[in-house]
């Protein structure tokens, strides 16, 4: 059955991490992408609705297409440019939003409690009478969620672009205020907000992983109390416990600094949690930074700690105690005013580490859009790629490196990216990607890559050529004998895989310059010996035929390329290289499905299942044993489907390449099921001596 080619576009970079890495692992296309009628070209009927006036780029709905179609099942995406919609896909399912539901805590904290608002912390006392406090220090607690102490900002080594508030500098004001001596003790009020140190419905291991210090009105560095270093080890590593009073020892802490600064404090011993006194007078005051730049930093780093406290205070707004519950009714409340329909929401917490937080992927694209796009409220405090916050180390290619903000967002089983791409003509691009499964595959992060360098392409695609848009592999391809051009890789590519690459080998440039030009296919043969680079290689004599679907050459020459894996064949003879590797091959497809297969595919299904599981268990990575393994008759190839039940084993590339090279379908599935029998031992023994 003849394949419809797509035309080779230069237009749009589908970019890789890392400029010496030639290959990304090859990503397995799901069956139900690959398995798609041959009259079903992939997404064809994802784009979003045509108006008179617009009408979806027909280039970058199959780019988004072929995206989502390497995503998880449970995923969504949202397009817009300039304004109007470009592409959606499954744009209104709720969805586990992770981190990205910080950008929906930022819209309410900067539209109800104000950008230019600062939160104060204060102490308050009976007026000094001859330097005299008569009763009790308070030190009031304000939601300030950047007050600490010298120390631990020097410890944890927090930089000066980062917003903080000095527990010392408010002792040096108490000082200055002419404070002596206090009759009484120092307290923490923390009356402001509820004592309610964690939402609970967040899982335990949260308080383990430090993903958020106890919430209160009153916390000093972060919730967190410096152990002492030992006499014995003057250099040791400095070690912070979790408090469990975050009102008392912040009052310890302050009572610690008057000390050193000559106030005597009677009650210091008795420093604890408590109330203001009555009648009590300001002694020193410490404002935060404004609200504006507590939320930036909370947007930049992803920062758990504010998005809480913003939330607890969005929920005093109610009325005093602040609570989380009150807070997030703040949020929904806002977001559904800017559009968001609530139907597809529900909100928990304030920074998406609750499993319970749902949103739309069209909910987060109304949010960023409703803000003011890139130039708005949210977008300048957004990470930019490959530079600052949590984008600093990520997509640090060009074209997306500089002109990506977004909000990252990653649970376990959750993996969401959200922002903006700047675009020629100062256009831009709003987009909300997120992926739920099980388990998220560094394929599933790759798939992110893919999408920035979809958003960010800068050069216009070449003319239509008039092709039918792109259909994945449904049988084999008709038998042929020629010449092709081969690129031997160090990993396996597979039948219905997706392959990234990027090419920096002169070389294989001119491969990629060849396919291009000529419209030709290339070979993928693994090296059993030796390096991609250089040559001195020995390699296999079956691979796979692959087709560029994605090409984008950048300034110095390097070729950034994603190809699909098309049918296998042998190899008949190596030619002279020329100046890439060459080869006459003929098409290998695999002899029709023998009776009994079926049963065969069912029983290495079934045991991929249990391999999996019993891999979750032991923590590795891979997808999850619920992934999506059945077959179709009427829709499903089963020569592809066998396939992919090698590609979503865990196994070595010689194992692949043996799989590949199998007589028939039949054969391949015995195999491998005596493959993952092996790995099904190994893997209940790991776990009997755990």
């Known amino acids: 059955m003849p394949i419809s080619s797509a035309p080779r576009r230069r237009g749009r970079l589908l970019a890789v991490a890392g400029a010496a890495a030639l290959l990304l692992a090859p990503a397995v296309v799901p069956t139900w992408a690959v398995g798609a009628s041959p009259a079903r070209p992939l997404g064809a009927a994802q784009a979003a609705p045509a108006t008179e006036d617009t009408a979806p780029d027909p280039d970058l709905v199959r780019d988004l297409d072929a995206i989502m179609a390497a995503s998880p099942p449970d995923s969504c995406l949202s397009v817009a440019i300039e304004g109007e919609t470009a592409y959606e896909r499954s744009a209104t399912t709720p969805v586990v939003p992770a981190s990205t539901l910080k950008l929906l805590t930022a819209t309410a904290a900067l539209a109800q409690l104000g950008g230019e608002r600062r939160l104060e912390t204060r102490v308050v006392g009976a007026a000094p009478v001859d330097g005299v406090v008569t009763g009790d220090l308070a030190l009031v607690g304000g939601g300030d969620p950047t007050l600490v102490t010298d120390e631990y900002r020097l410890v944890r080594r927090i930089g000066a672009d980062q917003p903080t508030t000095s527990l010392d500098a408010l002792a040096d004001e108490v000082v200055a205020a002419g404070v002596r001596r206090v009759t009484g003790r120092v307290v923490g009020d923390e009356s402001r907000y509820d004592a309610v140190r964690t939402v609970p419905s967040w899982p335990e291991r949260y308080t383990a992983q430090g993903q958020s210090g106890p919430l209160s009105a009153l916390t000093v560095d972060d919730g967190y109390v410096l152990r002492p270093v030992p006499p014995e080890e003057p250099d040791a590593a400095r070690v912070r416990d979790r408090s469990a009073d975050p009102p008392a020892d912040a009052a310890r802490a302050l009572t610690q600094r008057l000390a050193s600064r000559g106030v005597v404090v009677d009650g210091a011993l008795l420093a604890g949690a408590g ?301 002279p290289d020329d100046p890439h590797p060459l080869a006459e091959v003929t098409e290998w497809p695999d002899p029709p499905a023998r009776s009994g297969t079926g049963e065969l595919f069912d029983a290495a299904a079934a045991r991929l299942r249990r391999v999996l599981a019993l891999r979750t268990e032991l923590g590795e990575p891979g997808p999850a044993a619920t992934v999506d393994l059945s077959v179709d008759p009427a829709v499903d190839d089963p020569s592809l489907a066998s396939h992919r039940l090698v590609g979503l084993s865990p196994l070595g590339d010689l194992d692949r390449q043996r799989l590949l090279a199998a007589a028939d379908i039949a054969d391949r599935l015995a195999v491998l099921d005596g493959l993952l029998d092996e790995e099904e031992q190994v893997c209940r023994a790991r776990l009997s001596q755990a």
């Open 275 to 575: 109330p203001a006194p009555a009648g009590a007078v300001d002694l020193a005051v410490g404002r935060s930074a404004k609200l504006a730049t507590l939320v930036g930093q909370m947007l930049l780093r992803s920062d758990n700690q504010i998005a809480e406290l913003l939330t607890k205070e969005l929920g005093h707004l109610a009325g005093p105690p602040g609570t989380t519950a009150a807070g997030t009714a703040r949020i929904v409340e806002e977001a559904v005013e800017l559009g968001v329909d609530p139907a597809g929401l529900t909100v928990v917490d304030g920074s998406g580490l609750d499993p319970g937080n749902r949103v739309t992927c069209d909910g987060l694209a109304t949010i960023l859009e409703a803000t003011g796009g890139p130039d708005g409220a949210l977008g300048p405090s957004l990470p930019v790629a490959g530079e600052t916050g949590t984008l600093a180390a990520r997509f640090r290619e060009p074209p997306v490196a500089g002109r990506m903000r977004a909000k990252t967002g990653s649970l376990n089983g959750v993996t969401s990216l959200a922002g903006y791409v700047a675009l020629p003509q100062e256009a831009s691009a709003t987009f909300a990607y997120v992926a739920n499964a099980e388990l998220v595959s560094s394929d599933v992060r790759n798939t992110l890559e893919l999408l920035a360098a979809v958003l960010a392409g800068t050069t216009a695609p070449c003319p239509a050529t008039g092709a039918d848009g792109l259909v994945a592999p449904v049988g084999p391809y008709a038998g042929q004998v020629g010449t092709l051009a081969m690129f031997p890789l160090q990993s396996v590519l597979l039948p219905g895989a997706v392959l990234p690459l990027h090419v920096f080998e002169d070389r294989y440039r001119a491969l990629v310059d060849r396919c291009l030009a000529l419209d030709e296919d290339f070979g993928v043969v693994l090296i059993s010996r030796g390096s991609e680079v250089g040559g001195q290689d020995q390699r296999t004599e079956v691979g796979t035929r692959a087709r560029i679907v994605e090409a984008q050459q950048a300034p110095d020459g390097r070729w950034a390329v994603v190809a699909l894996g098309m049918a296998r064949f042998r190899v008949d003879a190596w030619l």
